[in-house]
């Protein structure tokens, strides 16, 4: 299905803020989230002091795949063009610790704009959410720049946003206050649900890509399914022995991968809950003593967009890149305090965020999808496991159609 890959990651870009000079630089500079538009058009990046920047992609100059001759490039620059879309900055006026783009075109977003902005023309708008250390979460219209919904309700941190992918402009937010809460901007951003049920603080949320489920996971050792339709729990997932923190679905629904502090990325079936695979983040250098038990703590995990790789980012400072069939990395890039990573919505870039508040940009695997890939993942995008069980195939083909082979 894959052919080999072993070149190493490469540095493409890495940008960072400006110095605030009004602010205690040690504190509140974690790049906590970054985030791609669906389309590609948009790069999001909470650089720390409350600031968001919105940057076109990709980055001009700074972005040549062949040569990678720019390392670094300073935010304070706006993005120069005729009639090109210029960086913006969103003071958002509290730390910034979610960040989702909303599908898009969506013509129900148009509807929301014009109900906002009754004296501008009807136009495609492009949204991002942000959530805000106080609880708020704070709705902008990409292209402009402009607050547009400004939603309460949680009581504390809001640490993760999900879209859902179908454009129907349904939120779903993430909490240290223990819950999650559903929004629907169509209608003025109403809270139309609160689900309630962990423990700990609820780290991130992921919607899949069919609409039909949403993961939650907690400062616990279970991770959450919901139902989208009913906002009811469909089931707890058991298995990891430490807190997750991270969970993603892939393009097709069939899998979940969740990241936990026990070093452990988990591969499920959503559907039955059952677990399919573990990947085992081993330090390349152990150390000399017993002081750093944590050194390979998860921090983030993410799909790539065809569905073939994860990326996850540790606290050994490396990058990993892995191939779903492999239950060992494939390619390694060293990095210092990372936090999160992201793919490029068409492919062949990762996007990093750490500590210090940089964003650091990677050359990720390009893959030609074999017919047998594309194949499962058309059919895997509308049939459940069950579903695929019940067809009148062969085993050998269920089996690969829900990745229990590949």
């Known amino acids: 299905m894959l052919s080999p890959v072993s070149e190493e990651p490469l540095l493409l870009a890495e940008l960072k803020p400006g110095r605030p000079h009004q602010f205690d630089w040690k504190s509140s500079c974690e790049t906590w989230s970054v985030a791609f538009s669906p389309d590609g058009s948009w790069f999001a990046w909470s650089q720390g002091h409350c600031i968001v920047k919105l940057i076109p992609w990709p980055l001009e100059e700074h972005f040549i795949p062949k040569g990678f001759e720019a390392k670094s490039r300073s935010s304070k620059n706006d993005t120069k063009g005729r009639g090109s879309p210029k960086e913006k900055t969103l003071d958002c006026g509290q730390i910034v610790w979610g960040l989702a783009f909303s599908p898009w075109p969506s013509p129900p977003s148009r509807k929301l704009w014009a109900r906002?902005?009754?004296?501008?023309?009807?136009?495609?708008?492009?949204?991002?959410?942000?959530?805000?250390?106080?609880?708020?979460i704070k709705i902008w219209e990409v292209q402009t720049g402009l607050l547009l919904l400004n939603l309460s309700g949680h009581q504390d941190v809001v640490r993760d946003l999900s879209f859902t992918p179908s454009g129907s402009l349904i939120l779903v937010s993430a909490s240290r206050d223990k819950t999650l809460r559903i929004w629907d901007l169509n209608k003025h951003g109403k809270q139309i649900q609160v689900l309630s049920g962990h423990l700990q603080w609820v780290y991130c949320c992921s919607v899949s890509p069919d609409c039909s489920m949403l993961c939650s996971a907690a400062g616990e050792k279970s991770v959450f399914l919901w139902s989208m339709r009913s906002y009811t729990l469909i089931r707890k997932l058991e298995g990891h022995q430490s807190s997750v923190v991270s969970?993603?679905?892939?393009?097709?629904?069939?899998?979940?991968?969740?990241?936990?502090?026990?070093?452990?990325?988990?591969?499920?079936?959503?559907?039955?809950?059952?677990?399919?695979?573990?990947?085992?983040?081993?330090?390349?250098?152990?150390?000399?003593?017993?002081s750093d038990v944590h050194i390979s703590s998860l921090r983030s995990?993410?799909?790539?967009?065809?569905?073939?790789y994860l990326a996850t980012v540790a606290d050994d400072r490396l990058l990993r890149i892995w191939a779903l069939e492999l239950k060992t990395p494939i390619a390694f890039a060293p990095m210092t305090n990372g936090l999160c990573c992201t793919f490029f919505p068409h492919g062949g870039v990762i996007a990093t965020g750490t500590r210090d508040g940089h964003v650091q940009f990677w050359?990720?695997?390009?893959?030609?999808?074999?017919?047998?890939?594309?194949c499962r993942k058309a059919l895997r995008s509308f049939l459940t496991t069950y579903q695929v069980l019940a067809l009148p195939i062969p085993k050998k083909m269920k089996e690969f159609l829900t990745y229990r082979t590949f």
Request: aromatic share 6%.
């Open 116 to 136: 906002h902005h009754p004296q501008v023309p009807d136009i495609s708008c492009l949204i991002l959410a942000t959530g805000l250390n106080d609880g708020q």
């Open 247 to 290: 969970c993603d679905f892939s393009p097709d629904s069939a899998l979940l991968v969740t990241a936990s502090y026990d070093t452990n990325v988990i591969m499920w079936d959503p559907y039955t809950g059952e677990r399919l695979r573990s990947l085992h983040h081993t330090q390349l250098d152990p150390p000399m003593d017993d």
């Open 301 to 308: 995990v993410c799909f790539s967009p065809e569905g073939l």
């Open 363 to 374: 050359t990720a695997p390009r893959v030609l999808s074999s017919l047998k890939h594309l």
